[in-house]
């Protein structure tokens, strides 16, 4: 049983309160992991390489409606929609969040949010900042990790070389990296992405360490309380 099923949740609201509040995942001690980053800064990359390296990890394919780039696969990358179909699944309330972010459309299912966290696994989303705030909101227990590049420099080195961007595209990119960029402080959690295997390690430490947060321990109190209720019985035996 979570903290949350016993009357207190991650925020530490009792139950009355939490009733008239956005809710945790209704899933085990599974949440989701939110990495944000100026584009270029590597959270698909570290996403990809904790995905290939945990088993404990799945994770949320999101809904786009730019055009796949070379090697994309739809239904793995993402699922590339028609402006038409994304705005028809929006109005449908499919969507746990989503976002206009470079001119288009991106917005996480929430049929892909419970796909993951029923297997087991906590969920590993790749979304922009305007998505994490809506995530944080109604998925309380998420948790936020904000990828910094070493430099400036080292960025646009970065995003030139993945080539994937017109010129144009990189500008529409630069600008909204500022905004990423000047939402730092909403996010529990930053990695620096210099070193590609440490700030892998880096993400890994942070979920081994949520796991294990008084807050999301599983039946803490109830655990704790047969402790004491097994040595008070200790004690007033051996005092006899
Ligand atoms: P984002 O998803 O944040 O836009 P990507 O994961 O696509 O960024 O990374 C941008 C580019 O930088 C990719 O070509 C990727 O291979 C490269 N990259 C990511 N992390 C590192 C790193 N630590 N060292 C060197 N190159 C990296
Ligand atoms: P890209 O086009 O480079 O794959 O992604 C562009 C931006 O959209 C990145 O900042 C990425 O995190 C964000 N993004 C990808 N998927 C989602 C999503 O489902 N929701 C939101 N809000 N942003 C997303």
Redesign the pocket.
Known sequence: MSPKAEGVDARGLDASQAAAQPQASAFGGQFPVILS??????????ARELLGRRNDVGYSVSCTTRAPRAGEVDGRDYYFLSREEFIRRREAGDFAECAEVHGNLYGTLKSEISRVLATGKHVIM?IDVQGARQMRRSFVDSVTVF?LPPSGEVLLQ??K??KTESPQQLIDRLNSALHELRAVEEYEYVVV????AL?VQRVGSILDAEVVSRERVAGLRHSVEALIARLEQEITHTSR
């Open positions: 980053s100026p584009s270029g800064g590597g959270k698909t990359t570290i790749d990828v970065r995003l070389n993945r992405n210099d070193d590609l700030a």
